[in-house]
């Protein structure tokens, strides 16, 4: 069922403060596995904060931020189950991908419309492993 | 009726209790699952809303310990998931979830009478 336009309202700053946050801490942490440092401890969070993005975006019915979320979810939990690696160009497309997303939620806070996600969404697509 | 609502991401929890309470549900919230347990230790809910990917202690875990307390099957449990969670909620089915809710299409009549139905049980 879809949110309400009042909660849709209500619930907007408080999406983007999230929202920010969980983007912010996957781009530091992005950063870390780009430097080379690579602790499970850093998977473990990345892999927190693309499931919390993605539960949320989509509830709140921002669906290109809810696919992406997803996709970095399904990437990181790969990852933590040990069943692929993250070499550094998938991180490229990450770090890429996230800065995108920032982008997309400076628009949201603007016009309250997502920014198009699709090229974003395709480059991480094929390392997922899931169809969307 | 009572609610423990165990759940890290602010924005869930904000939205969840807030919605919760407005049907007059008393809730207490944790944001992960290592206080959620230390909660459980003082506070006797009719239902846990139980996230799944958390720190510290996950909902698995939370489960496990829940059920060494003996407060599973007890304490009805719902986890909440998102899409891509099929795997999860199963197991959480298995460590004595009594169903799940998808935290991100919300339905609140479809929630409040889970809840009642679960917590009169």
Redesign the interface.
């Known amino acids: ?1 879809p ?1 309400s336009q009042d ?1 849709q309202v209500k ?1 907007k700053a ?2 983007l403060q ?2 920010r946050q969980y983007i912010d801490e996957l781009q530091k942490n992005l950063h870390q596995l780009i430097q080379g440092t690579e602790i499970d401890k850093v998977i ?2 990345l ?2 904060d693309a ?2 993005l ?3 975006s ?2 709140m019915e921002y669906k290109s931020m ?1 696919t992406i979320s ?1 996709l970095m ?2 990437i990181f939990e790969a990852k933590k189950e040990n069943k692929s690696e993250l070499p550094e160009d998938i991180l490229v497309k990450l770090d890429e991908a996230s800065r995108e997303m920032s982008d997309c939620l400076n628009i949201i806070a603007q016009t309250s419309k997502e920014k198009n996600l699709s090229q974003a969404i395709e480059s991480l697509k094929a390392y997922a492993n ?1 169809t969307i | 009726m009572k609610i423990l609502l165990i759940e890290d991401d602010a924005f869930f929890r904000r939205f969840y209790s807030s919605k919760l309470r407005e049907k007059n549900i008393e809730v207490e919230a944790a944001s992960d699952g290592e206080e959620g347990l230390k909660q459980l230790q003082t506070y006797t809910p009719d239902l846990v809303l139980l996230d799944i990917i958390m720190p510290k202690k996950d909902g698995f875990d939370v489960l496990r310990e829940m059920a060494q307390l003996h407060l599973i099957p007890k304490i009805p449990v719902l986890v909440f998931s998102t899409l891509g969670q099929e795997k999860d909620i199963e197991k959480a089915r298995m460590l004595g979830a009594r169903g799940y809710v998808n935290k991100s299409f919300f339905d609140f009549d479809k929630l409040y009478a889970r809840i009642l139905s679960l917590g009169e049980k």
Do not use: C, F, N
Request: glycine share 8%.
């Open positions: 069922m949110l909660d619930y408080l999406y999230t929202a473990d969070t892999h927190r499931h919390s993605k539960g949320q989509l509830m809810g997803l979810e399904k899931i």
